[in-house]
């Protein structure tokens, strides 16, 4: 995780003091199950409690035994030992490593999921209380970077709101999946340890049980996760790029806010960049990049291998961090992005009244003209108001064989910027109907 | 798409013909629901059906337009005028391009779910049918490609069986996000298009209204469908994965069914090769390629940009097909899958015992050993019999320090299979219980 | 290979009959060589090539046989040995499946790559051309979407010139380490075949001997290639992006050429869209998602597994086939692109000065302010300007601190375009020096 | 980048020291450049060397002026100011913050090439003293996972030294390719600097100058490094797969050294499980990552964007960083790994000579047989021994059909290793000739 872009909140999941922590607990709730089953003495797992709930591990010291024993499990039961005493070999009966590490992993991912989940409503909020501030504040709508028709800023924001939306669904669907517990044994077979044991980790850990496990939990669960972040990454990038597109000196419709003090440029005193929704844009590739490795994760051999394991050591904080911080200084961006209505206004007036050409096209087909004989005459007069020679309206107004159609008025009252906007209440009630 | 990989069904829903009967099912159902908002003459929509709901629209003949226009959509209502004649001018009334072509491609891909579906309840099925057929067929479990604990390949089944499930509910809500239709106009704003058009064309498509669309649908919908089919990918690679290993040479637990008259090698005629399951891992591959163009595709420009044509013009077939194909042929291997019980046995034995490693641990520290000194014990009578001199079981009696702890009886109790599957049916309930 | 994005030329090198025809080719040449060595009869060899060498191959024939022995190599010997008769059993003598298949495959890629170096030889050409033309065609360089400094459209195309070349480069790099032959028998190791054959076979075919093959040429060979197109393809996104940029409405500088009966959108007849660079964008995406496939290829199991293969019968046509079509649809936007010098000086006035800003905080500077002081007196000079109050040049004279440091005829001094292209020369003559 | 998979040397490259040692290296020399120019004062350039030659910069100092001025060229000159005082208004004179940051990513990129480069020659080194070891160490060579012919261990080697030598030479291409510098101001004109600053600046830095910049170094220099380090990483997991795959339980030719005090299972202590190879085929996986989103950063807007940033700070250190610890790890796993020839000569004999079967084939044919009967002949044989029923000898012995055509003494001499080994050497002379 690069320091610059992680906020506090995100990190500390991913600390070894709350890996720790995690673990322990983990093997504290299997001892109090084992200890009812009366597969190890119940006064065991209660100096564990006793002993462990509060201490601080010491993450040098286990960094320390794992040089020698190579094998962090074992490091941190040696630990766990040097505070607990003798009733530490009660620990971790019948357990493999991997049902604390993978465990760990889903409790890790499922915190982070829901760090990320407040996040998006941060997300989601901001671009709520934009669109409706802006759902009447026309601008033109562009397809291929050139004008289209009228639309309003808020409607471009009500889609991001919908898709944000869409991302926080997925989301949530991916911390259900991960939100699973296994405690199977080396195989998953339970053969050395009760399924109940399982069973009462899980509810203690707020977890599901893995229905079936290898040694490990499944890989695609992680994968669709990650895959989930991707996307939503993707969505970011998007509205990343509408912002840097609406920034370009030409456009200036908006601009992320800039505040006191902040230098722009080193060489160019003047300039106002769009450096947040750009890092953006690169923070985006960041987190989609771990989507294709998750998914080269799932087909591990056999009953595990552990190849994965460095993988997620990587992609599992950074991916997450990464998002995390994305979301919130996107929130920012749209919380503070100054709108400039009135350039919005001047842009779509550049074109002299082409945006509203296909209106135009369509009067002239319902006035009787075939369609290819519309897209002519609309065509006709509108490509010398795109050259600058003369405004679209008045080049119609001029054509005999348009006026044969459609008279001089019947023309002007199909530049109306009314007719555009007329249905966005259609819209928002869809987008923002809870 | 790869002709070899590709079922005529999957290749059908992405053919010209089929595209263009939908193009012409959106355009005569807005049609009929213009007529009826009075925008179009009843005639006019009548007519459109009768024309044309029978034809065969000429492929041929609207390419032939397509290269002078160089527009596919005003080159298809062109061909279509050709059959409908003079009301064809009513038809695409207020619409874009992208209203026809974003719909007919969520009609497509959901169709291409539902195929996709099918294909995974026939995988499922085969699991099913083969896991409980070898729910008590042991073998031994690896982790590391090392043997680990006895399990049994109905076991290994499962996981699958569960992953697969897991796969197919994913499956299900990509295709629910993909079932929606968007008739809006040129950027969405629906100003020349009553909205009640894209709820009639949805009704009567079995699609949902895309909420707030821009021209297009948005693609994180697209990038969350890719990403489905790449986690199912990477899904059937750990199942190819772990066929291709068990019929190594070496292992050779079970083996792809090796049809009549089939050659394995031009050069080796005995040989019985993996390649279905390796042919499954290539495809695989190539699915999950294409994830990140996908979720390339999902930052447009403004309200639209046509980057993301041309890589759906190659994702859009060939990972559907590809996937159809593939998961055919695996439930096809899964279904035939030869498995040889002995060889399991065999395998298992081959270690002398070492996989009743970890259950000597455990009774030894419930015996009193601290985990070090169990750990200690173990090692030092696994070790050798993992070199080949003695068997573990024999070590163990011969080692003093152990049968302190333990009566030569009592360490032999512990070498039982029956132990190692006394939880099988606990997963299977589980995972089979619907 | 998706028809509308393939040229006939690259699309011919990936057909059955062309893939048919180097088998034979590497089979004969084999032979003859087995004939020299006394392994087989001369007479063999030569009736193989008096039957064979003009023969048309059928196919379908070929498909027919495969579809019973599956297995491509068998299935073409079988109908080779229909041409040529008896003769025909001393064909691939020693060798195996892969000999053929893969040495076939470095044919088919070192064709692919001089195909792909001719169009990257036409995208330069028209690069230099271009260049040439628009060295001293004035306009403002753009950092962050926003004016910074003035440049020339000529150094604009310079760089993608300089990017080109180095593509090419690599290309050629790509080009000769795939074109190698081998034939070195089941696992390598020439037991069945004398390394003289792979020797004769690759000094006819046009290739180098692969030093050590397994049974396959070793993958890291494609995986190089497929990320050299990779790279390529990126710099076409890079160019078309430029495209698309200087096409919008606002900034409208350059327009893809649009040609005559070409209708830009079926709603909005008179917009002219950057659909082919927008199209070049997509297709970036297309080849570039061949390289993390083409990678995971590299990993086969032991000796080979024919998990590539079908990754390759994707990626292989499809890359290059694409690739080529961008790159002579590239080529075409350049040769034809429509630039409009006009526009480019009135977008580069619009900011009233700015973009001299860097040069009046250097005179500042070197007239005795610190960095500090020197920064804020342009910036308060030029935020006003670029909010549209007053004009930078007349801000600066009006500041009496400025005027304390400058006085009112060295300030216009630094408003001087030709201050900005005095180095362009340079530039020309590193780039274009051969 | 992930503590336990870094190197100090490599994190060294890429600590805050390093980078602000480059920076200022650059700036002094640039100064120097300047003063020899008469741009700034002599005196000036001499004090910047003399004051902060050897000075620590304070890392925390410029952290804290970046929080504030939100710009780290910004934060660093203005900390270079506090220790050269009054003449540090004379650096950066005409030089823009990509100047510096770009030339410095290239220096480090350059050193950590020559890193990686140290590491490729210790894995190029272990590899030829393993496969000169091992030249005779006859194994069985497997195609899809199956007992295909004999090969030795040496043979082995030796494809992954050829497939490393161009790893290194593709990496020293990418070396070349990056260790470039621009100092060519705001947009690439060299309008406020003379281009005779970045020639000095190049060659006291041991680079090449850019030919053209925009803002900054093109990005397709920095794609094809990283796609480099991929590839590189792809060969790293055949060699890891292949390791595993030796060290399986069931095959166990091939060992990673286990050292003293390891432990390898916390739940069974026997097992020596191929973790470092398991590792390396998951750190492939995190270089292999980077390859996209670099060449996704290659399309930046116009003369630059800064989304490229945030991916190369994750990326740079990264990819490099875990490479190098990779290679490393690969060097000591090849270096000590254990071989068991004794088990490789177990292995192939399990087959029951079957490995000859296509000698066989080939002397059928040779003794008049047609292809197509003589793999009838050897099939009928070579099937049951693979059943384990009767040895491929003793049945092509007893065939009447077979002895028809070859001796039982002619048969016999088939079974001959020495004739799969015969031109190990002709390899051996091509892999190691230098």
């Given at each position: 995780?690069?320091?610059?872009?992680?906020?506090?909140?995100?990190?500390?999941?991913?600390?070894?003091?709350?890996?720790?922590?995690?673990?322990?607990?983990?093997?504290?709730?299997?001892a109090?199950?084992?200890?009812?089953?009366?597969?190890?003495?119940?006064?065991?797992?209660?100096?564990?409690?006793?002993?462990?709930?509060?201490?601080?591990?010491?993450?040098a010291?286990?960094?320390?035994?794992?040089?020698?024993?190579?094998?962090?499990?074992?490091?941190?039961?040696?630990h766990?030992a040097?505070?607990?005493?003798?009733?530490?070999?009660?620990?971790?009966?019948?357990?493999?490593?991997?049902?604390?590490l993978?465990?760990?992993?889903?409790?890790?991912?499922?915190?982070?999921?829901?760090?990320?989940?407040?996040?998006?409503?941060?997300?989601?909020?901001?671009?709520?209380?934009?669109?409706?501030?802006?759902?009447?504040?026309?601008?033109?709508?562009?397809?291929?970077?050139?004008?289209?028709?009228?639309?309003?800023?808020?409607?471009?924001?009500?889609?991001?709101?919908?898709?944000?939306?869409?991302?926080?669904?997925?989301?949530?669907?991916?911390?259900?999946?991960?939100?699973?517990?296994?405690?199977?044994?080396?195989?998953?077979?339970?053969?050395?340890?009760?399924?109940?044991?399982?069973?009462?980790?899980?509810?203690?850990?707020?977890?599901?049980?893995?229905?079936?496990?290898?040694?490990?939990?499944?890989?695609?669960?992680?994968?669709?996760?990650?895959?989930?972040?991707?996307?939503?990454?993707?969505?970011?990038?998007?509205?990343?790029?509408?912002?840097?597109?609406?920034?370009?000196?030409?456009?200036?419709?908006?601009?992320?806010?800039?505040?006191?003090?902040?230098?722009?440029?080193?060489?160019?005193?003047?300039?106002?960049?769009?450096?947040?929704?750009?890092?953006?844009?690169?923070?985006?590739?960041?987190?989609?990049?771990?989507?294709?490795?998750?998914?080269?994760?799932?087909?591990?051999?056999?009953?595990?291998?552990?190849?994965?394991?460095?993988?997620?050591?990587?992609?599992?904080?950074?991916?997450t961090?990464?998002?995390?911080?994305?979301?919130?200084?996107?929130?920012?961006?749209?919380?503070?992005?100054?709108?400039?209505?009135?350039?919005?206004?001047?842009?779509?007036?550049?074109?002299?009244?082409?945006?509203?050409?296909?209106?135009?096209?369509?009067?002239?087909?319902?006035?009787?003209?075939?369609?290819?004989?519309?897209?002519?005459?609309?065509?006709?007069?509108?490509?010398?108001?795109?050259?600058?020679?003369?405004?679209?309206?008045?080049?119609?107004?001029?054509?005999?064989d348009?006026?044969?159609?459609?008279?001089?008025?019947?023309?002007?009252?199909l530049?109306?910027?009314?007719?555009?906007?007329?249905?966005?209440?259609?819209?928002?009630?869809?987008?923002?109907?809870?």
């Amino acid at each position: 995780m690069i320091p610059r872009y992680t906020r506090p909140e995100m990190a500390a999941i991913w600390s070894d003091a709350s890996k720790y922590r995690i673990w322990f607990e983990i093997e504290a709730h299997a001892a109090d199950r084992m200890a009812e089953l009366g597969v190890i003495p119940k006064e065991a797992a209660k100096v564990i409690w006793e002993k462990a709930e509060k201490a601080e591990f010491d993450v040098a010291r286990i960094d320390e035994i794992e040089r020698e024993v190579k094998h962090d499990v074992i490091a941190f039961l040696t630990h766990l030992a040097e505070i607990v005493g003798d009733e530490a070999r009660f620990v971790h009966q019948g357990m493999t490593s991997s049902d604390v590490l993978d465990t760990c992993l889903s409790v890790q991912m499922t915190r982070a999921a829901d760090l990320l989940i407040t996040g998006m409503d941060r997300v989601l909020a901001a671009l709520k209380k934009r669109a409706l501030e802006h759902k009447d504040t026309v601008c033109v709508g562009r397809s291929h970077g050139i004008h289209a028709e009228p639309t309003t800023f808020g409607v471009k924001l009500a889609t991001f709101y919908a898709e944000f939306a869409r991302g926080k669904r997925r989301l949530e669907m991916a911390r259900e999946e991960i939100a699973v517990c296994a405690i199977s044994g080396a195989v998953g077979t339970f053969a050395n340890i009760d399924p109940s044991v399982e069973t009462h980790v899980a509810e203690k850990m707020g977890l599901q049980v893995e229905p079936v496990s290898t040694q490990v939990i499944p890989r695609d669960r992680h994968a669709a996760y990650f895959a989930a972040l991707g996307v939503i990454a993707s969505s970011i990038e998007r509205l990343a790029t509408e912002v840097r597109h609406l920034q370009r000196s030409e456009v200036l419709e908006a601009e992320e806010f800039f505040s006191k003090g902040q230098k722009g440029s080193s060489a160019m005193p003047h300039k106002r960049n769009p450096i947040l929704t750009e890092n953006l844009t690169g923070l985006a590739r960041l987190v989609r990049m771990a989507v294709v490795p998750a998914m080269e994760n799932v087909a591990l051999w056999h009953e595990r291998d552990i190849s994965h394991s460095s993988v997620e050591r990587g992609i599992g904080p950074d991916s997450t961090v990464h998002l995390d911080f994305a979301l919130h200084r996107l929130a920012n961006v749209v919380e503070n992005l100054v709108v400039y209505p009135e350039r919005m206004q001047e842009n779509m007036d550049r074109l002299g009244g082409l945006i509203f050409s296909q209106r135009v096209l369509l009067a002239l087909t319902q006035a009787g003209a075939s369609r290819e004989e519309a897209y002519r005459l609309v065509q006709r007069n509108a490509m010398p108001a795109w050259r600058g020679e003369g405004a679209f309206l008045d080049n119609l107004k001029g054509d005999s064989d348009v006026t044969a159609k459609l008279s001089a008025k019947e023309i002007e009252v199909l530049f109306d910027l009314g007719y555009h906007t007329k249905n966005i209440d259609v819209i928002f009630d869809r987008v923002f109907k809870d």
